[in-house]
């Protein structure tokens, strides 16, 4: 195991670590590249599946309340079933884009 000067810090670590033990600065060039990417794509998926939530969410609601009546039956089952699950989905989706900005900071 050799030591390196951190090209941020300069103190001295391992050069065999990704991230800068004192700095976290990453050291992976190219990797971090690939990661970035990952980032983003992994930025548009949450995105994504934040929008389908989002329409389950409007379709449940439109649904429930279509032509001015409270809907009964299974559609009243249906209606609620894509009204609860795309809030909670689109609940959950939110709070992981916002913790997957955070990592990136
Ligand atoms: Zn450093």
Redesign the pocket.
């Known amino acids: 195991m050799a030591l390196i000067n ?1 090209p ?2 300069q ?1 001295r ?1 391992s050069d065999k670590a990704k991230t ?1 033990s ?2 976290h ?1 990453s050291m992976a060039g190219e990797s971090e590249s690939k990661a970035t990417i990952r980032h983003i794509e992994k930025s548009n998926k949450l995105m994504n599946h934040s929008f389908i939530f989002m329409t389950l969410f409007v379709f449940g609601a439109v649904l429930w309340f279509w032509g001015g009546e409270v809907a009964q039956g299974y559609k009243l089952i249906i209606s609620s079933a894509c009204f609860a699950i795309g809030f909670i989905g689109y609940l959950i989706t939110r709070v992981r884009i916002v913790l997957h900005k955070r990592k990136s900071v």
């Open positions: 951190c941020n810090c103190k670590i800068c004192h700095c600065t």
